[in-house]
């Protein structure tokens, strides 16, 4: 029979993706969105999914607990994911404390909710920021689900913070979770302040791209729909309390997605700019994927030759959509963000 299956922060970027994909695959599953529409948050991202008798939208706060509640007793989902949270490291840095709330604060009550109508299943989406980060000159080693938590962030601090209460719910109250701590996602609908699409926005309009520190920080990158497959695994799975890393090993410097995009778009090497580094900037995240891949069978299909194209494809064929991003609060964000720099 047909679950029903909450997605929290379904209009942002893996969210949205997750809907998207699991309406797809699962066409007798109900899926309901609760996001509450931050600057993140996109209503026009799910135009097509709210154009579907399986999809509903609720404009909600996770941290509001009544209202939580009230449509969690209407709908009665069989699995709640978490994908809700403040996720920008550098907005973070200037503004930890609603991290805090949304990311801790905002599972925590979740999870509250979740034991008290015994829901069968919360699924937490984490990051591998929790792990801090390694050193450049040791290319062998990675993160494990055993590696010691040892965030940098406020951003990481918090999504750290939360892990350890959902582990903390499984252990105390048996509550049923599991948790992914995926790298670094990219590929459609992602926001403009991100790495990838901030640089392919910039090059198309031959504006500087502004390159942190000496741009060889590294990160493992994953095209989406091969993240949101593995959480699809690991929820119709029913080993409980367990955490999975899920990574493509696919570790690139920063430097070098750049370059590689302005070569796609053909646009000159002159525009990047080197700026000052993010403060506490994480040298190199990457993910040894082994437990997702011998338990659940995940292997991350998308090569990143392929993906980067058809997420370079996306940008140039959705222009409407991120230029509306762009043109409203945005512009202050940049402003205030690279306008030092
Ligand atoms: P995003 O910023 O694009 O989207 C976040 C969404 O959550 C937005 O739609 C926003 O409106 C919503 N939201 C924020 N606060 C809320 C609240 N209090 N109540 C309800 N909705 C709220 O983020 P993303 O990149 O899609 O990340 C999704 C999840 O995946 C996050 O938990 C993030 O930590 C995790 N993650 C992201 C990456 C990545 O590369 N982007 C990698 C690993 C893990
Ligand atoms: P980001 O997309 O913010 O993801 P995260 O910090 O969560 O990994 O940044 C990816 C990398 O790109 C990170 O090392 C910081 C760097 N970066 C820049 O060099 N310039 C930029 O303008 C941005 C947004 C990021």
Redesign the pocket.
Known sequence: MGKTIVVTGGAGFIGSNFVYYMLDKHPDYKIVCVDCLTYAGNLSTLKTALENPNFRFEKLNICDRAGVEKLFKEVKPDIVVNFAAES???RSIKTPGIFVDTNIKGTQTLMDLCRELEIPRFHQVS?D?VYGDLPLDRPDLFFTESTPIHASSP?SASKAGADLLVLAYHRTYQLPVTISRCS?NYGPYHFP????P??IINALHDQPL????D?L?V?DWLYVEDHCKAIDLIIHDDRLGEVYNVGGHNEMA?LDIVKLILKKLGKSEDLITF?AD?KG??RR?AIDPTKIKQQLGWFPETKFADGIEKTIDWYLSHEAWWQEIISGDYQNYYAKM?GGK
Do not use: Q, S, W
């Open positions: 920008h490291v550098d990051t920021e951003y670094n302040e991100k790495l990838i901030l640089m502004p390159v942190y520190g741009g920080n990160r920063n700026v993010r900037h994480d995240y690279y």
